[in-house]
């Protein structure tokens, strides 16, 4: 379900608390956040990204973040939903490299790098608010601080 994203909506600020994460099946790992609220408070659709700073209720920092609007959020998604293609475009270009010049060694590298491509932009488009800084937005787990939306909770119609 993609992002509904308003000009001023709940968010949490979570700040990772053990240093190293904790063994999980058989490669993954859990990290383990202490989260408190704060509302992300968007500019005007065409303004440039405004800085929003706050002090984090766990380590004390001052968190400087980037906080785009709502049309500049869509139009980052949109970037890395297109980067995440060019993935696609990469791994087509290996398949022609292989069938129609013989360099196996580039033809090999395409194949390997477009999945690759495609797996880390996805996952930065799925995982994109709007809000950068401090690591936020990237498509990894670990960072020390980040930003989430808190969604409402799904409210189901009374059947009875």
Known sequence: ?????????PGRVSHRVNFWGRPVGASGVEWEYERFPWEIVRPDDGL?????SLTCR????????AV?????TRQRQVRWVALAWGGLGVLVAGVVVLA??????????LLI????????FG?????EIG????GNGFPVGNVKHSVSIVRPELKLPDLG
């Open 100 to 109: 129609f010049t013989g360099a196996i060694v580039v033809g090999v590298l």
């Open 58 to 65: 766990w380590c004390g920092k001052e968190l400087t973040f």
């Open 113 to 120: 790098a477009g999945p690759i491509l495609g797996l880390v």
């Open 131 to 134: 809000v950068s800084g401090h």
């Open 48 to 52: 440039p990204a405004a800085r929003r």
């Open 1 to 9: 379900m993609p992002n509904r994203f308003a000009q001023r909506q």
């Open 123 to 127: 996952t930065a488009a799925s995982g």
């Open 68 to 72: 785009h609007s709502v049309t500049g």
